[in-house]
């Protein structure tokens, strides 16, 4: 057992650097609203690491004055730590903290048989907020250990909003002025990505081959024990120089020298389970056919040629599409609903389709330089042969800076510029 004189002595050094904290105004995110402490079940905020879930958590407990303790199991001098210490950390926290009826814990995923912690603490009507970088870890071992007691809140890191509210943009008042400093920063945010220490850090691309590094080796080559760490590694930093993409697992298995297609299908499974890409399915109404030509994501565009060695160039579309792409998920999976991509067998294309159960709810295509009357049809084909196979009448066209309102085939397409769109409101 780790020795309760090292934990009291790791955790009020914790406690330090909670009160630290309390002096710096941080970034309040929509995401904070998704956490209810009013429930009994525990909250789990869940997303790629370094995406801002600790200083989520806290601000929402900071700024709703909730008494709480904090323990971070994402240190060293806890690597050692066994369930069995558990009920050691509790005991600290309240020499520390006091009484408190909530517990924050971050990155709880470190602790083997963690789980059997959670559960007498909810037992015992605690408050229970938890961070974890690993997707599969807190779904799976939630879900199974917990048989429902949870309820998951997605981080991605910051979104259009959030990175004008850190640049201290105003993001409301419609003005000439203001309009073109929302436009500086979104051509920033379009470049830098949405990482909230990216905007304080002078060396972005050691910040960005330190994160990556630590996902692949940390969350997913320990934990799933991976034998070829070498040609895991190569294909993961291939895929992040060509997102987004649609997976072919034999062909990325031959260019990899990788010996089985479903070894490639596990390697991308980790990488989508902790957060370094997000994958997308293809629409259709038949389940079989949503297996297959699956796309993958960066989840944020920092990820995409912010790494040494990427010899990625500056192609604005793709960036383009993977920012709204991340924006529809924020939007979205809190309401339950799904996202595909379309394309029919002539080769007809829509970036996304949003649907909410069977039925279609909105589709949008995405397209940085629409100036090109080529362009312009392309993308109204595709999005308009989508709709009029899924019967959606909310069609969205997202540029870089065109906007317009069009009527055409007796559909109405709106389209607007990124900057504009992420800033609108959300659904509910």
């Not at 229970?128 to 981080?155: C, F, M, P, Q």
């Not at 909410?356 to 995405?366: A, D, F, T």
């Not at 362009?375 to 709709?387: D, H, I, S, V």
Request: with cysteine.
């Amino acid at each position: 057992m780790l020795e309760k004189r090292i934990i009291e002595e790791v955790l009020t050094e914790q406690h330090q650097e909670l009160l630290a904290l309390s002096s710096v105004k941080l970034c309040s995110r929509r995401e904070e609203a998704l956490i209810d402490l009013e429930s009994s079940m525990a909250q789990c905020v869940i997303g790629v690491r370094r995406s801002g879930k600790s200083s989520l958590c806290y601000n929402m407990l900071h700024l709703q004055k909730v008494k709480f303790a904090y323990v971070n199991f994402d240190d060293e001098r806890l690597e050692s730590i066994k369930s069995e210490d558990l009920n050691n950390v509790l005991e600290v926290l309240y020499k520390i903290y006091g009484d408190f009826k909530c517990l924050f814990i971050d990155e709880i995923q470190n602790v083997k048989g963690w789980y059997l912690f959670v559960n007498r603490l909810l037992r015992i009507k605690m408050r229970v907020v938890i961070t974890g970088s690993n997707a599969n870890l807190l779904s799976g071992e939630l879900a199974t250990h917990l048989t429902g007691r949870h309820d998951e809140i997605e981080l991605f890191p910051f979104s259009f909003r959030d990175f004008c509210i850190a640049k201290d943009v105003d993001t409301e008042t419609l003005t000439t002025k203001n309009e073109a400093f929302r436009r500086e920063v979104f051509d920033l945010y379009l470049k830098q990505g949405g990482f909230p220490e990216l905007l304080h850090r002078k060396n972005k691309t050691g910040y960005v081959n330190t994160l990556v590094e630590n996902i692949l080796k940390r969350d997913i080559e320990q934990r799933h024990k991976i034998k070829y760490s070498r040609a895991f590694e190569r294909l993961a930093q291939h895929l992040l120089n060509v997102a987004p993409m649609t997976v072919v697992s034999s062909d990325l298995a031959k260019l990899m020298d990788i010996k089985s297609s479903h070894t490639v299908d596990n390697y991308i499974n980790y990488l989508t389970e902790a957060y370094l890409l997000v994958e997308l399915q293809k629409y259709s109404v038949k389940s079989k056919n949503r297996i297959y030509d699956r796309k993958v994501y960066a989840v944020d565009v920092a990820m995409m040629d912010g790494r040494e060695d990427a010899f990625v160039g500056d192609n604005l579309g793709w960036r383009l599409e993977t920012l709204v792409y991340i924006e529809l998920l924020r939007r979205n999976r809190p309401l339950e609903r799904d996202i595909y991509y379309y394309k029919n067998i002539n080769g007809y294309e829509a970036d996304f389709v949003v649907c909410k159960g069977n039925k279609v709810q909105e589709i949008y295509q995405v397209c940085y330089d629409l100036s090109s009357d080529k362009a312009r049809k392309r993308e109204l084909r595709g999005l308009l042969t989508a709709a009029k196979e899924t019967k959606c009448d909310k069609l969205f066209l997202i540029t870089d800076f065109h906007r317009d309102t069009i009527q055409q085939e007796g559909k109405t397409v709106k389209i607007m510029p990124a900057y504009e769109w992420m800033l609108g409101e959300r659904e509910d």
